[in-house]
T-cell receptor
Framework: KAGVTQTPRYLIKTRGQQVTLSCSPI?????VSWYQQTPGQGLQFLFE???????NKGNFPGRFSGRQFSNSRSEMNVSTLELGDSALYLC?????????????FGPGTRLTVL | AQTVTQSQPEMSVQEAETVTLSCTYD???????LFWYKQPPSRQMILVIRQEAYKQQNATENRFSVNFQKAAKSFSLKISDSQLGDAAMYFCAYRSAGAGNMLTFGGGTRLMVKP
């Protein structure tokens, strides 16, 4: 079974631009979560989607948005990029809804904002 | 809001020895789940071990075991017979019951294994 895939793996953007990151969960998984990982702030939760509905949202500005499609693939978008948005963005998928369910992480997309 | 604290930014262990990584958390909830994740250099994060708060028995997965102290809000990870492949960042994480799959992570502990 293929794991969680994220595209692109690396991105370089300039301030003010917008970016879209994609995540394909493991086949059959209906939950997709997004996390931002930086050296200073560590791993922070962005949002979670389950069956196309946003279930939870972290404490990030409205520039960060996401969506999930009917095939469970998810995208996140960051508009008006800032230098501080440079990070590794991780996607995780899960078969079920919370509880003891294991989350499987993708390799991440490393975003650099110049 | 829940918080997770890992007080050891870095740890070092000799190959074949045992090491314990610390994790404390703060919550007012009684039902939750705790996890340890491993992130090797430039590789994907993987689940090491998990614990349900209402189970008193400590979880064990091969060389990995936890010491879960609910009253003290402590969740340490013990790695026995350390191997070179255990070198990685280790993250402790908390998940509320009934709140989807959202994880709250600690700051991480970098484990180095000396041959």
């Amino acid at each position: 079974k293929a794991g969680v895939t994220q595209t692109p793996r690396y991105l370089i953007k300039t301030r003010g631009q917008q970016v879209t990151l994609s995540c394909s969960p493991i086949s059959g998984h209906r939950s997709v979560s997004w996390y931002q990982q930086t050296p200073g702030q560590g791993l922070q939760f962005l949002f979670e989607y389950f069956s196309e509905t946003q279930r939870n949202k972290g404490n990030f500005p409205g520039r960060f948005s996401g969506r999930q499609f009917s095939n469970s693939r998810s995208e996140m978008n960051v508009s008006t990029l800032e230098l501080g948005d440079s990070a590794l963005y991780l996607c995780a998928s899960s078969l079920g809804d919370g509880g003891y369910n294991e989350q499987f992480f993708g390799p991440g997309t490393r975003l650099t904002v110049l | 809001a829940q918080t997770v604290t890992q007080s050891q930014p870095e740890m070092s262990v000799q190959e074949a020895e045992t090491v314990t990584l610390s994790c404390t958390y703060d919550t007012s909830e009684s039902d939750y789940y705790l996890f340890w994740y491993k992130q090797p250099p430039s590789r994907q994060m993987i689940l090491v071990i998990r614990q349900e708060a209402y189970k008193q028995q400590n979880a064990t997965e091969n060389r990995f075991s936890v010491n879960f102290q609910k009253a003290a809000k402590s969740f340490s990870l013990k790695i026995s017979d350390s191997q070179l492949g255990d070198a990685a960042m280790y993250f402790c994480a908390y998940r509320s019951a009934g709140a989807g799959n959202m994880l709250t992570f600690g700051g991480g502990t970098r484990l180095m294994v000396k041959p």
